[in-house]
């Protein structure tokens, strides 16, 4: 089973603390990923989003993208990440544009912040969105929480 | 018809989520957390049984926020924080989160007017969002406010 991102609520276990010089680095692009019509009526029907041809991705699909690029950071074993004991704490969303069919998207991670609060990691990331000509779609903000110590 | 003002109160949507959902959106988000789908995994973790995936239940603020707009694609700002889970029964009726919102403030832009929504998203007793948040292109005569 590949890498794990637990997206809420989820309790925690023992396990390492992540590196304090996570903070500040930058994961490169992950490979480009096509806005296709079937993927984003897929989605739409998926969150039951109203969805006709031509109409723009559900404003949530950028998650898509961000999400394969937190699986970047969280699979990179310099990180010491525990993977399925990460929480999905905070995520937020900033459009330059709607995204289109059509569109090939890159995203960019960076830690934006590490700090350790009552034996978690609270990791905040932000990861910018790219068109095909490397301008900015939007940008993602999530918070990763995770635990160090059992409860 | 009026047009958008602080505190303008928004129509409420409510929204069922079954366990069939959480599969498809777990397919179509690529987020495959077992924790979405096994009782056993959620359990094993400390869950009361399967929740939904945290960004399920932003898509669901998304679309309450759409219709507000009056169409997709006015969205320019959307987030929350995760904080308590929605748990999903494994039966037809599911769990059912209800979102509501209020206009907290309108800026005047070259685009048009720039709507800022305060929302609350809850799911049975628990508000299962923190400081659910949206900003989107209120156009002339958009969206199902009431006015």
Not at chain 1, 49 to 66: H, L, N
Not at chain 2, 68 to 75: E, L, N, T
Not at chain 2, 121 to 146: C, E, H, N, Q, Y
Request: net charge negative.
């Amino acid at each position: 089973m590949g890498p794990l991102l637990v997206s809420s609520g989820a309790a925690s276990v023992l396990c390492m603390a992540v590196d304090a010089s996570l903070a500040g680095r930058t994961f490169p692009a992950v490979a480009p990923y096509d806005v296709t019509a079937e993927r984003v009526a897929e989605f739409a029907a998926a969150t039951g989003t109203p969805y006709a041809t031509g109409d723009p991705a559900p404003a949530t699909f950028p998650i898509v993208v961000a999400f394969a690029a937190m699986q970047q950071l969280m699979a990179d074993p310099s990180v010491g990440i525990e993977l399925h004991h990460v929480v999905h704490g905070e995520q937020r969303f900033a459009y330059e544009r709607p995204v289109r069919v059509g569109d090939r998207l890159a995203a960019e991670l960076t830690v934006d912040s590490l700090r350790q609060i009552g034996g978690a990691d609270i990791i905040a990331t932000s990861s910018a969105v790219t068109d095909a000509r490397g301008a900015l779609v939007c940008t993602t903000r999530a918070v990763l929480v995770h635990k160090a110590t059992d409860r | 018809m009026t047009g958008w003002a602080e505190g303008l109160e928004l129509p409420t949507h409510t929204y069922r989520v079954t366990r069939a959902d959480l599969v498809r959106y777990a397919g179509a988000s690529g987020d495959r957390n077992p924790i979405h789908w096994s009782d056993r995994v959620a359990t094993s973790v400390g869950l009361p049984g399967v929740i939904a995936h945290g960004m399920f239940t932003l898509a669901l603020a998304g679309r309450a926020v759409d219709s507000w707009a009056g169409a997709p694609g006015r969205v320019r700002a959307l987030g929350a924080k995760f904080t308590r889970p929605v748990v999903v029964p494994d039966d037809d009726e599911g769990a059912e989160v209800v979102v509501t919102g209020a206009v907290k403030s309108v800026e005047d832009t070259r685009e048009g007017q720039l709507v800022t929504v305060a929302m609350t998203v809850t799911s049975g007793a628990d508000k299962v969002l923190g400081m659910p948040t949206a900003t989107f292109l209120g156009g002339p005569g958009a969206g199902d406010r009431v006015g």
